[in-house]
């Protein structure tokens, strides 16, 4: 994926939930059922991080789906990402790409501030993530946004949006109803019996949804 492409559709974040094998197995079958972006959150500094950063970069690769990194802008450089989210807006995209490369894409968590949403776009990212607008089961909590304001956002920025937090198959449609382009899961599809079906089953409603 180049950054001239419009980011959209499924994006799974991989978080260490699991043990190392479980997890690589999970996030495969995942990208198997039709994952559009993957995610690494790196949480902190070790081998078996390492070693998962390296991993997924090899299935993003061999799926031809970007692959990024949470925050950790070593661990990025080390694996050679396709870019960067990031959680804090200390640095800007065009610092990032000069260090990253000029394609790399860019993107941040807003949070509930509207004012980075602005940001974001003027200072050039590809995309923001509205986090949380559901309680979430994993990962870190970021306080809730409701579909009302997200939806105002994509109405009115041309950067693409996404959100994230607590998404299932069960509330999938009324995220999708705010006019996103896309979604953010983590623990409904690797933690789903079956991932692949899962990921194919967000896939099917994300596609169809975008069609009506």
């Known amino acids: ?20 094998e ?53 661990l990025s450089k080390e694996v050679k990402a396709d870019g960067m989210h990031l959680d804090t807006f200390d640095v800007s995209p065009t610092q ?11 993107g941040y968590t807003v949070n509930v501030d509207l004012e980075k949403v ?6 050039g990212a590809d995309y923001v993530s509205f986090c949380s607008v559901f309680h979430q089961c994993s990962g870190g909590q970021c306080p809730i946004v409701s579909l009302d304001i997200i939806k105002n956002v994509v ?15 069960e509330n999938l449609f009324s995220v999708l109803g705010a006019g996103v382009a896309g979604v953010v899961v983590t623990s409904a599809i690797l933690l789903s019996k079956d991932p692949e079906r899962t990921a194919k089953s967000f896939k099917q409603i994300i596609s169809g949804y975008k069609k009506s």
Do not use: C
């Open 1 to 20: 994926m180049t950054r001239s492409s419009r980011l959209e559709g499924l994006y799974l974040v991989v978080s260490p939930i699991l043990p190392l």
């Open 22 to 74: 479980q997890l690589l197995f999970a996030t495969e079958k995942a990208l198997d059922g039709g994952v559009d972006i993957l995610q690494l959150s790196s949480t902190k500094e070790s081998h078996e991080m390492n070693v998962l950063a390296s991993k997924l970069a090899g299935l993003a690769k061999k799926h031809g789906i970007s692959f990024l990194i949470n925050n950790d802008l070593e």
């Open 96 to 106: 990032l790409r000069r260090l990253l490369g000029s394609e790399s894409i860019v």
């Open 118 to 123: 602005k940001w974001a776009e003027q200072e």
């Open 155 to 169: 109405a009115n920025s041309k950067i693409s949006v996404f959100a994230a937090g607590g998404i299932n198959l």
